[in-house]
């Protein structure tokens, strides 16, 4: 499928993890999440083979049809929580911020983070950007860190912190 990337603005929060944690959970209830969707699956394996064509060596067809079935169960799941959706989804991931467990002041491309003054400066011609500056400039900002990382910024309005912006790109 391929990585995806997203943004979000929220109402500033002075602790940012705390922050991180309150739009993970607010992604998570709203549902604005990928799912693999395995509705398309035919109703049983045999069906599945047959369909495809598939030509499956003896030793492998209990495994395949044990992963075929794992997966329609899995997809059926409505998860309750964030740790259940994490598991059912595994490595691909949200495709949300929900990929991101952590977050700190950190300014280097290898942890989860904001930007370092020079570089905030140097992307917006200000340390303290305003809405419209930081959406002139979200694909900049996107492209910071590599995938399953986030880049945030404190967002300013009149002077004072209004907003704070999480961008980055996960999935798989």
Known sequence: MGASAWSYFIPYNENVQE?????RQKVFEEKKYYRPDNSNLPATFEEWVTLHKLQIPPDKVKKWEDDFYESKRKAAID???IEELLELNQESGTHSIIDIFEISPATDDQHSGTLSQEDIFRLLGTVQPDRKMVETKAEELLDFRGRWFCTYL???KNGR??????T???GD
């Open 19 to 23: 922050a991180l944690i309150a739009l």
């Open 79 to 81: 998860p309750a929580t």
């Open 154 to 156: 404190v967002v300013y």
């Open 161 to 166: 912190p209004d907003e704070l912006f999480f």
């Open 168 to 170: 980055g790109f996960s």
